[in-house]
């Protein structure tokens, strides 16, 4: 039987993929909003392999999620770029345009300041960024939307630090590096924003001195709580997950993709009861 004329697809790129979640989201999207044509998948995917990935996409693909470590290499296969998603270096967003181009876009951004702004961080908040990847680069950008007073990216490498310098100068941000080994004495913020991959915050933890009443958003959610976010909570910090960031910035793709408003409340209702069956 052929495939309805109105099928598409979209998918979520990046390494390891297994864990994610997004299929759900956008799965539930599509039942919710009545595009019976749409499939959502998830495929493994280096950085290396990004450009051949799209470059081999048929007419059928909508758009692509893009997670770590690809959000970089995003820009790099993209017709046209975002201004924010040029702004800040990455994109965790391609959109398949009618003509058969890609558009970059990095909805990380807008779902950080609306789940950050949510728990309460506002203009004059001091903060700290765990690790210097495509990430850390929307972590910036929110700050900046957010009135950040100012910017400490800690880092495994000072070469890092160093390529996101022009980032927030592009932002208007003060930005300050800081050694991996000095973690410690960088969390003592209004805001902590841990954006490194799994297991890399384990072993500071101990070492982290808290501000009792802090937001500490981990850009992690598998597992949950991370070591960093139940340190945090048993200190008095405000908490904000990976799975809240993970629909906020769906919820944008979802609408770039299709063409239509997201159904929002259905999308996170999936997404709790994947999690609590997880």
Known sequence: MAEPRTARRAA???????????????????AAAGLTGWSYTRIECAESEVAGLVAGLGPEWAGLSVTMPGKEAALAVADEVSPLAAAVGAANTLVRRPDGSWYADNTDVTGMVEVLGAAGVGAGATVTVLGAGGTARAALAAAA????????????RAAAVDDLRPVAATLGLALTGAPWTAAGTHA???VLVSTV??????????GLRWRPGAVVFDALYDPWPTPLA???QAAGCRIVSGLDLLLAQAVGQFAQFTGVTAPVAAMRAALVAARASH
Do not use: C, F
Request: charged residues 15%.
């Open 188 to 190: 003592d913020v209004d």
């Open 145 to 156: 939307r957010l009135g950040a007073a100012s910017v400490t990216v800690v880092a495994r």
């Open 230 to 232: 139940a340190a945090a």
């Open 197 to 206: 991959p799994k297991g890399v915050a384990d072993p500071i933890v101990g």
């Open 12 to 30: 979520v790129i990046g390494t390891p993929i297994a864990h994610s979640l997004s299929p759900v989201i956008h799965q539930a999207g599509y």
